[in-house]
Each structure stands twice: as C-alpha cells, then as structure tokens.
T-cell receptor, first 108, second 112 residues
Framework: GIQVEQSPPDLILQEGANSTLRCNFS?????LQWFHQNPWGQLINLFYIPSGTKQNGRLSATTVATERYSLLYISSSQTTDSGVYFCAVVSGAQKLVFGQGTRLTINP | NAGVTQTPKFQVLKTGQSMTLQCAQD?????MSWYRQDPGMGLRLIHYSVGAGITDQGEVPNGYNVSRSTTEDFPLRLLSAAPSQTSVYFC???????????FGPGTRLLVL
C-alpha cells in the first residue's frame, strides 16, 4: 500500500518563528489532507489539498503531486500552534492513510 | 449541526468483555470510517463504509465488527476485548472517501 512519511518527527521553536513541515508519499493520490491534533487530542482539519497551494491566515500548504510531496508552512508561530501535525492521503481505494506526524512545540 | 459525535468519551473494560462504540453524524455524509490511534503513532484505519449497507475492512480490522444500517450511524463492536485494543478510537465522515474528512472527538478505551 501507499507509504506516507513526515519530517521532521519533532520540532521545537520559539514563539514568532516560521516552520516548514514535509509529507512525502509513495504513489499518486486523489486526496491529501493536513490535520492538527491539539494537546486535548482533537483532530482539526487544516487543508484539503491534493494539488496546488492554499492559504489560511498564518498557515499555508503546497502539494506537488507529480513529485509526491506536500509542505505545510506555519508563519509567526504561536504557543497555540503546538501539537501534532498529520498528513493523510487517499490513493485508489477509499482508505485514508496517515503519516506518523510531526510534533511541534512552540515555546513562549 | 453537531457534526460527528462519539460515545462514550472514556471506557474501561476487562479482557473478554464486549462493547459498542457509537458514532453518529448529521451531515448526510455517505462515507464513514473508524480509526485507532496508539501512543506516538498516526491513525490506522479499522473499517469504513461508503454508504448504508456497505462496509469494508481497513488496515487493522481483526477483533472489530461494524454495520451500517442508516446513513447517520456507524457503530464499532468489540466482541471480546483484549489489552491490545487499548487505544483512542476516532470516527470520521465525509461526502465521499476522496473528500475532506471530519473527525469526532474520540473515545479513549482501556482494556485491563
């Protein structure tokens, strides 16, 4: 089945810093989503982005489907950005496959 | 809209007991799915359904049963709980498997 790899596994930053999270996938996809899991465990949709670029406030995402990767950018980080960021993809059969996540810690 | 709801929020079982985790959505979504999340890991797909009366297995289906008698509900059954099933369980729904998926708040299950 499709493999999803996220990097880095852990990232510790100071408030105000910018960050880039990467998601590589091993096959073509027809669905790619980025999620934020907050410290209370809730999964929050950030982007549905099988291709192209989207922006929402301080967050933006780019997926280059032909090269099989997606990037999540967080600018001017805030402590509330802390948590785990997951990339998940669907390839072929309607099964969402998650990466292992990037744990982001923003220190004040 | 309440979105995706799950009950209970937390449950403790003894090995061999059975239980049903409830999941409901009020968005008229055809696609519903169950995932488990173990510490330090991403979510893994247990079972999914593309519509009422249709279910299929995901990556880790053993030990779990599902049924989909209505569009709104997608319960997950553990017939004989095992300690390896200690996990956090998430239910999700979407208009189709290839569109944005919306997750419930999760059920934390501890099997002793």
């Amino acid at each position: 089945g499709i493999q999803v790899e996220q990097s880095p596994p852990d990232l510790i930053l100071q408030e105000g810093a910018n960050s880039t999270l990467r998601c590589n996938f091993s096959d073509s996809v027809n669905n790619l989503q980025w999620f934020h899991q907050n410290p209370w465990g809730q999964l929050i949709n950030l982007f549905y982005i099988p291709s192209g670029t989207k922006q929402n406030g301080r967050l933006s995402a780019t997926t280059v489907a032909t090269e099989r990767y997606s990037l999540l950018y967080i600018s001017s980080s805030q402590t509330t950005d802390s948590g785990v960021y997951f990339c998940a993809v669907v390839s072929g059969a309607q099964k969402l496959v998650f990466g292992q996540g990037t744990r982001l810690t923003i220190n004040p | 809209n309440a979105g995706v709801t799950q009950t209970p929020k937390f449950q403790v079982l003894k090995t061999g007991q059975s239980m049903t985790l409830q999941c409901a959505q009020d968005m008229n979504h055809e696609y519903m799915s169950w995932y488990r999340q173990d510490p330090g890991m991403g979510l893994r797909l247990i079972h999914y359904s593309v519509g009422a009366g249709i279910t299929d297995q995901g990556e880790v289906p053993n030990g779990y049963n599902v049924s989909r008698s209505t569009t709104e509900d997608f319960p997950l059954r553990l017939l004989s709980a095992a300690p390896s099933q200690t996990s956090v369980y998430f239910c999700a729904s979407s208009p189709s498997g290839a569109e944005t998926q919306y997750f419930g708040p999760g059920t934390r299950l501890l099997v002793l």
